[in-house]
Structures are given as C-alpha cells and as structure tokens.
C-alpha cells in the first residue's frame, strides 16, 4: 500500500464519528495487520462487552452439600415469629452490586494497580463499560439491602490486590470465670455474594467476540460469572429432655466461639483470626421430637465460617479441611430456672462445624434433671453474657491467635 493510500485510510477514519478507543495507536495497528482487518470495524465503544452475573446459589441444600432432608434434623421450626425476630432461613436476591475493574494490560497474571482500577454499582444482572486491549480481572460483590441501616459488614478496599470483609463489635462481653478472661463478642455479618473473574482478555480479533450488535453497532462479549456466598447460615438448637418445669426460659443470649472474624471477598477463603459471634436464641415448649416431648431453643446464626477455610463453591466437601484444627468451638447460651436464677451454659460443638463447615444444622442435647440450677444467694454463678457497657466509650478485645 502506498503512503498516500495509507494517509487517505488514515483520513477517512479519523473522520468517522467516535464513539470510544478511535486512538491513532488502534489506526496503526490495524495498517500494519490488514489481515486482522474486522468489518464491520471492531471498535470498542461505550457499550462494548455485557458481563452476565447470573445467582444461582440460593438453596440451604445446595450451599450446605448434605444428602440428607435437613429438614428432618431441625427440629425447632420457623414460625412467623421467628421470622419477625430473626429473619428468614433463606440466602436473599441482591438487588445491586458493587463493580472493580483492574486493567492488566498485555500479560494476564499481573497484580493489580490503583490506576488500573475502577469501580462503579450496578442495578442489574448485566453491564457495559469501555475497554481498552488487553487483560483485565473483575470482582463483583453484593450489597447488603438494610431497611434500618445497620449493616455491620465492613468492607476493606485498602489492599487493591485482596478486598476483604469483617463485621462489628458488638458493646457486649461473655466472661468466662474458668479461663480468667473476659471475651468480647461480634455481630453476625449479613448475607452477601461475591464472584472473582480473572484474566478476561478484550481481543482485537471478531472471532474472539460472541456476536455484533446491530442496533449499537459493536462488537459483544459476554462474560458469565457465578456469585457465590461469603456467609453461610447455622440452625442452632438445644433439645431440653425431661425438663418438667426446672428450665423455664431463656434469655435469648448466645454465642459461638472459633469463627472467622472475616473473608477474602475475591477468594472467599476466611481469615486466621478466631472471635465469638454473637446470636440471639428464644425457648418453645412441647415439641414432639420422635415420640417424645421436648423443650427446644432454637436460633439462627451467620457467619463467614471457620478460620483458615476455603469458600464454598459447588461440588466442595462440607468437611473443614483448614489449619486451625487447634481451635475448639463451643456453643454458649444461658438458661433461666424456676428458682428465679439464670445460668450460661457452654457446650463443645466442633466435630459438628467441621462437619458442615458452610452451614447446617447444630444440635445440643441436654437432660433438665442432671442440670443444677444456681443457688439464689450466689448472683455471680448466673448470667456470663454482658450486653451493654454503659459509660465507656473505647474498647478493645483480645483475639487469640
């Protein structure tokens, strides 16, 4: 091709209307490669590649990866005023998401750079931006729809390579007299989503593309990706056996320890750092559990798992396969008496949160007459659980490592 013929190419181009990456870079390259010449042109205006974020996570059967009815072993139920209080036992539709572009440039594989990135929410299960060439890795996330606000997710983005996420304290403490230590307890996180596409190449050839969009004139890729859960749903329940009246209530107060304080929102994979989560509980009566009459507390706890645990994803073992085996998790609640006392009970629940480290159902059995209630004249052997701190205005807990 001539110099002239070249310049006249180059003319006419530049006086086509632009609608996006129209660069004198793009010109050139497509020039010097007329055997990747595209027609119509492959330019990559304002509505250039769709990215499809279909949820199809949104079942306790399937998150939690058991083959038996879980159904069967929860006994406790789910009334209307469990509801009101608790919530519902199911993982929401989101209705927006948070949006992080990171451009890599010609290499996939490449950390991520504050210039490189960009972010923005959407209100649908699709979106279109302009790209340049090149590689890019996109991280999608759920936001938390709080009618009260009173989110207590916190989301990190300091780290532009690993978003992360952790929950609040809580103003409450759980003393434990046997250890001598008094430890602080942290809000349940909310449910939320979160899918990690990496090294998504924006190629200049049209076979790399999945169709032409007439009506806009560009060329479409589309990007499908799955949202997974960071948190995952615990049906905690204690079956009172022979009760007769000795245990009358609760007070609602309960907690797990040993749970991950928080989660790689890019990888789900939860963090080394153990903390007690804090759930509230409430007592039925005359429950029929296989031919006998039982007391149930029941209650639903969220977390973002075990520490040091892979996310969950479909086909993965509900088995713990972490490091922290070293860690016990024990159930606490309190319990009120006929005499007018109330007492905090623990009970060791490890095997079982290993054994459905993305969720399930948690079972304590205990029999009301091998327990003694605390005497009246002694108020400190009664409730451990400390829910307000009146009159202090900074606190810090101790995490054990």
């Known amino acids: 091709m001539s110099i002239k013929a070249i310049l006249k190419h180059t003319r006419a181009l530049w006086q086509r209307p632009l609608r996006c990456l129209q660069t004198l870079a793009l010109t050139a390259a497509t020039l010097s490669l007329p055997t990747a010449c595209i027609e119509p042109p492959l330019y990559l205006p304002a509505e250039d590649v769709i990215i499809e974020m279909p949820i199809v996570i949104m079942d306790l059967e399937v998150v939690w990866n058991v083959d038996l009815d879980w159904k069967a072993q929860w006994h406790y139920g789910w009334d209307d005023m469990?509801?009101?209080?608790?919530?519902?036992?199911?993982?929401?539709?989101?209705?927006n998401y948070e949006v992080r572009r990171y451009f890599l440039g010609d290499e996939p594989q490449m950390p991520h750079t504050r210039e490189g990135m960009d972010g923005f929410t959407i209100f649908s299960n699709s979106f279109r931006r302009t790209y340049n060439f090149g590689y890019y890795d996109v991280l999608l996330w759920s936001n938390i729809d709080s009618p009260t606000h009173t989110q207590v997710v916190l989301i990190n983005e300091d780290d532009v390579n690993e978003v992360t996420a952790t929950t609040t304290a809580t103003r409450g403490m759980l003393s434990e007299p046997q250890a001598e230590q008094v430890t602080g307890l942290y809000n349940q996180p909310e449910i939320f989503y979160?899918?990690?596409?990496?090294?998504?190449?924006?190629?200049?050839?049209?076979?790399?593309?999945?169709?032409?969009?007439?009506?806009?004139?560009?060329?479409?890729?589309?990007?499908?990706?799955?949202?997974?859960?960071?948190?995952?749903?615990?049906?905690?329940?204690?079956?009172?056996?022979?009760?007769?009246?000795?245990?009358?209530?609760?007070?609602?107060?309960?907690?797990?320890?040993?749970f991950a304080s928080g989660t790689s929102v890019n990888t789900g994979h939860t963090n080394n750092?153990?903390?007690?989560?804090?759930?509230?509980?409430?007592?039925?009566?005359?429950?029929?559990?296989?031919?006998?009459?039982?007391?149930?507390?029941?209650?639903?706890?969220?977390?973002?798992?075990?520490?040091?645990?892979?996310?969950?994803?479909?086909?993965?073992?509900?088995?713990?396969?972490?490091?922290?085996?070293?860690?016990?998790?024990?159930?606490?609640?309190?319990?009120s008496f006929r005499n007018g006392t109330e007492k905090t009970y623990s009970f060791?629940?490890?095997?079982?949160?290993?054994?459905?480290?993305?969720?399930?159902?948690?079972?304590?059995?205990?029999?009301?007459?091998d327990i003694t209630p605390p005497d009246p004249q002694t108020p400190s052997s009664g409730d451990l659980f400390v829910p307000t701190l009146e009159g202090y205005d900074d606190i810090s807990y101790d995490i054990i490592m």
Not at 82 to 95: A, H, W
Not at 237 to 247: E, K, S
Not at 281 to 295: A, C, S, W
């Open 273 to 335: 750092r153990p903390c007690m989560v804090y759930f509230p509980m409430r007592m039925k009566r005359g429950i029929n559990v296989n031919g006998e009459n039982v007391d149930i507390l029941g209650g639903k706890l969220t977390t973002y798992g075990l520490c040091d645990m892979e996310g969950w994803r479909r086909g993965t073992s509900a088995d713990y396969t972490g490091s922290r085996t070293d860690l016990d998790n024990r159930l606490y609640f309190t319990l």
């Open 82 to 95: 469990d509801e009101e209080l608790f919530g519902p036992i199911s993982y929401p539709l989101p209705t």
């Open 348 to 369: 060791v629940v490890t095997d079982q949160c290993r054994q459905r480290a993305h969720g399930g159902v948690i079972t304590v059995h205990i029999n009301a007459p």
């Open 194 to 258: 979160s899918a990690y596409e990496r090294d998504i190449y924006i190629s200049r050839f049209k076979e790399d593309y999945d169709y032409f969009d007439e009506e806009h004139g560009v060329w479409v890729k589309q990007i499908k990706s799955n949202l997974t859960p960071l948190v995952y749903i615990y049906l905690v329940q204690v079956i009172v056996h022979n009760n007769d009246g000795r245990i009358t209530g609760a007070t609602g107060d309960a907690a797990v320890s040993a």
